[in-house]
T-cell receptor, first 113, second 115 residues
């Protein structure tokens, strides 16, 4: 079965510093990977996806993610964090042959001023 | 442009009662999903639907019933609520596009408390 793992429950970073939120995946076949963000008391918002092509995927709000096949990773990155980036971030992978997504347990990002 | 809406946003109910959570989307997406979000578990799929009158179980379907008589609506019913069903419930929709993109779009959620 397809799965993703987010090894960090929380990531702390100072405003203006680069941030990385980690995700590793386990799939059979080609991976279809996603990042979502959830702000307090809101639903999940789509940030970006990797289907095929360039290993560096650019998404909303200045976020990008790097697909690394050899390390089976899909880490979310941003060059300069903002306090407003503080939120819960979910990595997800498409389930084999289905429209379903399998989500990780989430990583809380806290950006301090 | 309403997108995807859920009602109610907050609900408190008693153990054993039946409760229905509503989900409505305005995009005419084929696929709709119900998830529950619990601390330490992330999002877990309860049920999904590929089209009107086509539904299937997800990871945690026990105690829940769904129906989809119209493309735009996908209600979730807890037939006899239990305290373990206290959670935040999210509805989502998606459409298969050329190239196989599968991103899902989420509603704002319903916070359900079972006392």
């Amino acid at each position: 079965a397809q799965s993703v793992a987010q090894p960090e429950d929380q990531v702390n970073v100072a405003e203006g510093n680069p941030l990385t939120v980690k995700c590793t995946y386990s799939v059979s076949g080609n991976p279809y990977l996603f990042w979502y963000v959830q702000y307090p008391n809101r639903g999940l918002q789509f940030l970006l996806k990797y289907i095929t092509g360039d290993n560096l995927v650019k998404g909303s709000y200045g976020f990008e993610a790097e697909f690394n096949k050899s390390q089976t990773s899909f880490h979310l990155k941003k060059p300069s964090a903002l306090v407003s980036d503080s939120a819960l971030y979910f990595c997800a992978v498409r389930d084999t042959g289905f429209q379903k997504l399998v989500f990780g347990t989430g990583t809380r990002l806290l950006v301090s001023p | 442009d309403a997108g995807i809406t859920q009602s109610p946003r907050y609900k408190i109910t008693e153990t054993g009662r039946q409760v229905t959570l509503m989900c409505h989307q305005t995009w005419s997406h084929s696929y709709m999903f119900w998830y529950r979000q619990d601390l330490g578990h992330g999002l877990r799929l309860i049920y999904y639907s590929a089209a009107a009158d086509i539904t299937d179980k997800g990871e945690v379907p026990d105690g829940y019933v769904v129906s989809r008589s119209k493309t735009e609506n996908f209600p979730l019913t807890l037939e006899s609520a239990t305290r373990s069903q206290t959670s935040v419930y999210f509805c989502a929709s998606s459409e298969v596009k050329a190239g196989g993109t599968y991103e899902q779009y989420f509603g704002p959620g319903t916070r359900l408390t079972v006392t």
